[in-house]
DNA sequence: ACCCAGAATGAATGAATATTCATTCTTTCG
DNA sequence: CGAAAGAATGAATATTCATTCATTCTGGGT
């Protein structure tokens, strides 16, 4: 970078100021560089789409040099296989861990929290289903990505089908099997998702929510309570 | 396709036989020539995923040379855009066809046509899938997606809330709304595509299917009949 | 038969990009 | 303090790929 050669007379800009003058190399732990390394991917991949994304983008986003990703993550394909796993274990661990949750005793709040979660958050979560999407459009074509995926995503949907199966036991709900619903919840948050990431003018947060509330109203009616959205609404015109 | 070159006389195979002998240039009207690419656009897709998708690789599955593409298209990008069009177009084409299909006057019967059409097909449906879902990866960065998507979604999107509507009328259903379930089923078809096209282990087009008839049934008793994977159904008296 | 508009080709070009590695810098430990 | 370990850098390299365009070929019109 130039380093310390003064800039020449010219008062004027020169092409490459070395990004302030503070700027010191730091030396970080192994651990530290590669999420850092892997949050600025996501970020990468939210703005301009996973066929886009460089190895140049990524580590000036992260604000480092170039050589900086193959060192420690050898290899661009690996990288992103990386990012995946850290998305895909981030998403489903938080799932699991309400869905286990003694800290929620009642069932209904459970899956209140569970929805809340699924979709729930900001911008960040915006990024996090970019990801998510991206390589879903790519998984059709590379089994490594189904494999990261369906591994977490296999325990996670064993755990929905016992929350849902403890429901309806303590409901006595008849006509209703919890491996059907499950599968069922799981797909529908999955397509709510989609329609947030593509269509937001159509659909916002607040409607993904009571549809998705409304799946489960009418599979557990003694559990899940009324729209609960504030005092919504019977303005539906 | 491949013409009628038949298999080859030498059994060795030298590095570039000009792809058969009898191989001809061949020249076709314009409109022909962009179907053909599509196609091959297509199917590339699939096989090696949006981002590994290059030029050489789509002109050469089309059995053409490497020029053609940008002579119709002008562009990659512009190839991308207009193949993302044709599924999308196709797609809610024929989810419109059924919707509207004066040909089916049951109500009834026409949901199960729907559902047909849209977890039916074979493997040409699965290359459709992940066409569709490479580009929903990349729509979150390229607004140029998110209008061709959203543009044919909100078309499909009424239709299915009038038919939804018409039903609700018809069987007297309370505590249902067209619009919120609507929104629900086009969500829930999208995940279970999802589902089909990343963990095809857990999730069959036969369970898709039963669990998609599952919240219609649930929805609409009186028009969805039971379990029965054949289409056939005897609704409403 | 012969012309020629325009369809098709594919070698050549140049831009973009992943990866390497010699060098520089920081920190730690004796 | 001095030196070793290894983290970080970024110029250089090799490759891959979209796009161009001079040239070749086809088929319908006359």
Same mark, same amino acid.
């Given at each position: 970078m130039k380093s310390e050669g003064m800039s020449d007379a010219s008062g004027v800009m020169t092409e490459e100021v070395p990004q302030a003058i503070g700027k010191r190399r730091q030396i970080r732990p192994r651990a530290e560089r590669r999420q850092q390394l892997i949050d600025? @991917?996501?970020?990468? =991949?939210? +703005?301009? *789409?996973?066929?886009?994304?460089? %190895? +140049?983008?990524?580590?000036?986003e992260a604000g480092l040099s170039v050589g900086i990703a193959n060192l420690h993550f050898q290899s661009k394909d690996n990288l992103l296989k990386e990012t995946l796993r850290f998305v895909a274990e981030e998403y489903h661990g938080g799932?699991?861990?309400i869905m286990e949750g003694s800290d929620i005793p009642d069932l209904g709040e459970r899956l209140d929290a569970l929805l809340d979660f699924q979709l729930g958050r900001g911008v960040t979560q915006r990024q996090k %289903?970019?990801?998510? !999407?991206?390589y879903y459009g790519e998984a059709g074509a590379r089994p490594v990505y189904q494999k990261i995926v369906s591994t977490v995503d296999r325990l996670a949907a064993q755990k929905l089908e016992?929350? !849902?199966?403890? =429901?309806? +036991? +303590? *409901? &006595?709900? @008849?006509?209703?099997?919890?491996?059907?619903?499950? @599968? &069922?919840?799981?797909?529908?948050?999955? *397509?709510l998702h989609l329609g947030l990431l593509v269509t937001p003018r159509e659909l916002t947060k607040r409607r993904a929510r009571a549809v998705a509330r409304d799946f489960l109203r009418r599979a557990f009616p003694k559990h899940v309570g009324g729209v609960a959205l504030r005092s919504t609404v019977f303005s539906q015109r």
């Amino acid at each position: 970078m130039k380093s310390e050669g003064m800039s020449d007379a010219s008062g004027v800009m020169t092409e490459e100021v070395p990004q302030a003058i503070g700027k010191r190399r730091q030396i970080r732990p192994r651990a530290e560089r590669r999420q850092q390394l892997i949050d600025a @991917t996501i970020r990468c =991949i939210a +703005q301009h *789409g996973l066929s886009k994304v460089t %190895m +140049q983008m990524v580590t000036s986003e992260a604000g480092l040099s170039v050589g900086i990703a193959n060192l420690h993550f050898q290899s661009k394909d690996n990288l992103l296989k990386e990012t995946l796993r850290f998305v895909a274990e981030e998403y489903h661990g938080g799932q699991i861990e309400i869905m286990e949750g003694s800290d929620i005793p009642d069932l209904g709040e459970r899956l209140d929290a569970l929805l809340d979660f699924q979709l729930g958050r900001g911008v960040t979560q915006r990024q996090k %289903m970019s990801v998510w !999407f991206a390589y879903y459009g790519e998984a059709g074509a590379r089994p490594v990505y189904q494999k990261i995926v369906s591994t977490v995503d296999r325990l996670a949907a064993q755990k929905l089908e016992t929350l !849902f199966a403890e =429901i309806i +036991q +303590q *409901g &006595g709900y @008849t006509d209703v099997e919890a491996r059907e619903l499950a @599968t &069922g919840y799981s797909a529908l948050i999955d *397509g709510l998702h989609l329609g947030l990431l593509v269509t937001p003018r159509e659909l916002t947060k607040r409607r993904a929510r009571a549809v998705a509330r409304d799946f489960l109203r009418r599979a557990f009616p003694k559990h899940v309570g009324g729209v609960a959205l504030r005092s919504t609404v019977f303005s539906q015109r």
